[in-house]
C-alpha cells in the first residue's frame, strides 16, 4: 500500500500522530494503519546469536515485564516511563523512532546497546545503526516508501539501568535521560543520553577514558573519585539547549548527575 502511495502516512499506537493531528495541524491525505501487520507485532530471541528482535509495533506494555524485560532490563526500564498504562498499551518502538525527538525515551537505550534498525520497503530491506538512523531533532533516515520493521539488540551479561528526570514523577517528557550498559565479560562501559542535544548523544570519550582509568570486569571494584570524573566526562559531552522544559545549564548538570549514578548502580 505505501508502495503504490509514498506520500500516505503511517499510523501505529497513534499517540504522537494524533497528537499532531488534533493540536498541530497535521492533515495527511491518506493514513495506513500498521495495526493488523502482524510481523511487526512479534519478538524473538536467537539464543545461539544473543540477539532479541522486536517488531516495530509492539506496544510498550509488553515490554515492561515478563522475557523481553529479562532479557533487556534497560528497554524494560525506559518502556515503563513512558506516559501512562493507556500510552504503553498503544505506543511503539516503530513510533519512537518515526518521530525521532531527542526525548524519546527509547532511543538512548537502542544508541547505548548499539541496535541494529531493520528497515523495508516494497522492494528492499537495510539495516542501520542507530546513529545512521536517527539524523537530528524529529528527522531520521527513512527514505519515502519505508518502514521501519524492527530493532535488534544484543543480550549483555552484566548490568544495565535506564533513568530520567523531568518536572514531575510519572507523565512526563524526559527533560534529560540516559541509559547506562556495563559489559562486564568485555570490560566496557556504553552510555548514551536523551533530550541534551539534537538528537541522542553517545558519550564516547567518558566511556574511552573510564575502560582506561578502571576495570570493568566481574567483580571490580569503583572508586567514587572515577564515578564522579565520570559524570563531569559525561556532561561535558552534552549539547543541551533552553527551552520550555529547563534550562541547559540544569540539563547538563543532571546528565553528570545521571551518569555517576547509573555507573555506581552498576557496580552495586
Ligand atoms: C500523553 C502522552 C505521553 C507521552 N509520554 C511519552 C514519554 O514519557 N516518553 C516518550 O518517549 N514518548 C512519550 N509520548 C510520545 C509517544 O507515546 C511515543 O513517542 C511513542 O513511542 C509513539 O509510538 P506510536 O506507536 O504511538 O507512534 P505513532 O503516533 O503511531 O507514530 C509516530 C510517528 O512515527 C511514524 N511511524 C510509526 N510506526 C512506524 C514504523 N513502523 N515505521 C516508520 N514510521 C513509523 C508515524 O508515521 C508517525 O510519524 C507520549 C505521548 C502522549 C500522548
Redesign the pocket.
Known amino acids: 500500500m505505501l508502495a503504490a502511495d509514498p506520500s500516505a502516512?503511517?499510523?501505529?499506537?497513534?499517540?504522537?500522530?494524533?497528537?499532531?493531528v488534533n493540536l498541530h495541524g497535521r492533515r495527511p491525505e491518506s493514513v495506513i494503519s500498521?495495526r493488523r501487520v502482524s510481523e511487526?507485532h512479534e519478538w524473538t530471541h536467537r539464543a545461539n546469536r544473543s540477539r532479541v528482535t522486536i517488531g516495530?509495533?509492539l506496544?510498550?506494555a509488553q515490554m515492561e515485564h515478563g522475557e523481553i524485560a529479562r532479557l533487556l532490563p534497560a528497554l524494560a526500564q525506559a518502556a515503563r516511563?513512558?506516559?501512562?498504562p493507556q500510552?504503553r498499551a498503544?505506543?511503539?518502538?516503530?513510533?519512537?523512532?518515526?518521530?525521532c525527538?531527542p526525548?524519546?525515551?527509547?532511543l538512548p537505550v537502542l544508541a547505548a546497546l548499539e541496535a541494529t534498525i531493520h528497515v523495508v520497503s516494497a522492494t528492499d530491506a537495510r539495516d542501520l545503526t542507530w546513529d545512521d538512523f536517527m539524523l537530528g531533532v524529529k528527522r531520521n533516515a527513512?527514505a519515502p516508501g519505508?518502514?521501519?520493521?524492527s530493532v535488534s539488540l544484543p543480550v549483555v551479561d552484566g548490568w544495565q539501568g535506564y533513568a530520567k528526570v523531568g518536572t514531575r514523577n510519572a507523565?512526563?517528557?524526559?527533560t534529560v535521560s540516559a541509559c547506562l550498559v556495563r559489559d562486564a565479560d568485555e570490560g566496557l562501559v556504553t552510555i548514551a543520553l536523551g533530550a541534551v542535544g539534537p538528537t541522542v548523544i553517545r558519550c564516547f570519550d567518558a566511556e574511552r577514558w573510564l575502560a582506561s582509568a578502571t576495570d570493568l570486569r566481574h567483580g571490580a571494584i569503583l572508586s567514587d573519585d572515577v564515578a564522579q570524573e565520570f559524570g563531569r566526562r559525561a556532561a561535558a559531552e552534552s549539547r543541551p539547549i533552553d527551552d520550555h522544559r529547563s534550562t541547559a545549564e540544569y540539563r547538563r548538570h543532571a546528565a553528570g548527575v545521571l551518569a555517576t549514578r547509573l555507573l555506581k548502580r552498576s557496580f552495586a
Do not use: K, R
Open positions: 502516512e503511517l499510523i501505529a499506537g497513534g499517540t504522537d500522530f494524533m497528537v499532531e500498521l511487526l516495530a509495533a506496544p510498550y516511563t513512558v506516559g501512562s500510552i498503544a505506543g511503539t518502538i516503530g513510533g519512537n523512532l518515526g518521530t525527538s526525548a524519546g525515551d527509547i527513512l519505508e518502514i521501519v520493521h507523565m512526563v517528557i524526559s
